[in-house]
Every structure is written in structure tokens, then in C-alpha cells.
């Protein structure tokens, strides 16, 4: 199965601003929603932002106004544009697409956010 390939994760300050990617490490048709969970430690995986191949978004409330979502078509990829960001957004951001029938995830990347 086609794995998906997240970076720009990063440690930073409070309020600062941090650009995520993702595309598929290979070839993958007719993918519908695309993108981006998160994980913080010792808590469950959660919703932060999708989108689908018709620029329809939806946020999670905890990050709307302060987060973006954008995608590529013709590339498969999609990117998490965050400001203003806080401690409590901290963990592990990981890439998410499906099609029909099926559901990529990818690897995961890091961001810390912390004075």
C-alpha cells in the first residue's frame, strides 16, 4: 500500500507559525478527503482538518481561525498551514487520504511547541 509522507514539523515558540506537507510516497487515483490528525501524548488521535477534491474544509473547533487547510489536486498533496500556535498543540501530526474502499495514513511528524 501507498504510504503517505508528512514533513515540516519542528519545535517552536508559542505563537509562532509552522507549515506542514504531505504527498504520497507513490502513485494513489481518486483520492476524496484528504488530511491532517493529531496525536498528543497520552491522549487519543484526533480530527484537526480535511478536505476534500472539491476545496470543501472542515476544522475541529480547537484550531479553527488559527489553522489552514490546502491541497493540491494534480499533486495528491495536501499541507496545514499553523498559526498562533500554543503549547497544547503539541504532538504528533499525521497525514490521512482516502478513496473509495480505502485509507492511507503516513509515518507521523513531531511538532513541539514550548518556551
Known amino acids: 500500500q501507498v504510504q503517505l509522507v508528512e514533513s515540516g514539523g519542528g519545535f517552536l515558540q508559542p505563537g509562532g507559525s509552522l507549515r506542514l506537507s504531505c504527498a504520497p510516497a507513490?502513485?494513489?487515483?481518486?483520492?476524496?478527503?484528504m488530511g491532517w490528525y493529531r496525536q498528543a501524548p497520552g491522549k487519543q488521535r484526533e480530527l484537526v482538518a480535511t478536505?476534500?477534491?472539491?476545496?470543501?474544509?472542515n476544522y475541529s473547533d480547537i484550531v479553527k481561525g488559527r489553522f489552514t487547510i490546502s491541497r493540491v489536486n494534480a499533486k495528491n498533496s495536501v499541507y496545514l498551514e499553523m498559526n498562533s500556535l500554543k503549547p497544547e498543540d503539541t504532538g504528533v501530526y499525521y497525514c490521512?487520504?482516502?478513496?473509495?474502499?480505502?485509507?492511507?495514513w503516513g509515518q507521523g511528524t513531531q511538532v513541539t511547541v514550548s518556551s
Open positions: 490521512y487520504a482516502e478513496r473509495p474502499g480505502w485509507a492511507y
Open positions: 478536505i476534500t477534491n472539491t476545496g470543501r474544509t
Open positions: 507513490g502513485v494513489i487515483f481518486g483520492l476524496v478527503v
